[in-house]
């Protein structure tokens, strides 16, 4: 029986990742293009303005806002030390009161503050979190280049948070051999893997670890 071929842009059943951050992954970068198959010319590059929420009391669900939308996505296990993530919520703005209060406040593990209005624009969600004694909002500017290996999606991506400079290199795919196949190709065997939440902590200085370089 033959695998399904991964297809950019769509969404599948739950991926695994292989992801880290550091300042320089210029030998894998390049080993990346070279191996990648032709992709669609809207995902040779994009950019896009994001705003993470990160929580000091939660690793496990990882919130943020673009384009007026917030997307929450969840933990859900690690196998052979790559990453499951599944989609938790997708939401609108303005956002009702009851979503904060059900959805997305228990996501972030916090008390939830006092919630006054039945509507809220983003601004005034934005408000909400600077506010919160736990919360904290981060600005993530994304330049990401896209690849195909091994049928796997594949992007290296200049990462701005909250304008310190980094690189992030990444792996994806519902087949975790194709992953680890490129890995190897990739000659990134034995680099940490490091998920936006665990990277944007410990530029903030949330986590006391660097990153992978």
């Known amino acids: 029986m033959t695998k399904p071929e991964m297809q950019i842009g769509e969404i599948s059943k739950p991926r695994f990742e292989f992801r880290s951050f550091g ?30 929420i990160m929580s000091k009391a939660n690793d496990i669900n990882n919130t943020k806002l673009r384009d007026g939308k917030m997307d929450i996505k969840t933990y859900v296990q690690t196998v052979d030390g790559l990453e499951q993530w599944n989609p938790l919520m997708k939401g609108e703005f303005p956002i009702s009161k009851e979503v904060l209060l059900n959805e997305v406040f228990p996501a972030f593990q916090v008390k939830i503050p ?27 500017y994304k330049q990401r280049f896209g690849y ?47 998920n936006y939440l665990q990277a944007i902590k410990r530029v903030i200085g949330w986590i006391n670890k660097p990153l992978a370089n």
């Not at 390049?30 to 032709?38: D, G, I, Q, T």
């Not at 992007?155 to 304008?163: A, K």
């Not at 990444?170 to 190709?185: F, G, H, L």
């Open 148 to 194: 195909m290996v091994n049928n796997t999606l594949c992007e290296v991506g200049n990462v701005l948070i909250n304008g310190a400079k980094i690189v992030t290199i990444n792996s994806e795919s519902t087949e975790i051999e194709d992953i680890k196949k490129t890995i190897a190709d990739c000659k990134l065997e034995g680099v940490e893997n490091i």
């Open 114 to 140: 006092e919630l006054a209005k039945n509507t809220y624009t983003v601004e005034e969600f934005l408000a909400l979190i600077d506010a919160h004694p736990d919360l904290q909002r981060v600005r993530v």
């Open 23 to 52: 300042q320089n992954f210029d030998e894998s970068a390049k080993r990346m293009s070279r191996f990648s198959v032709p992709i669609p010319e809207k995902v040779w590059e994009r950019e896009s303005e994001e705003i993470y």
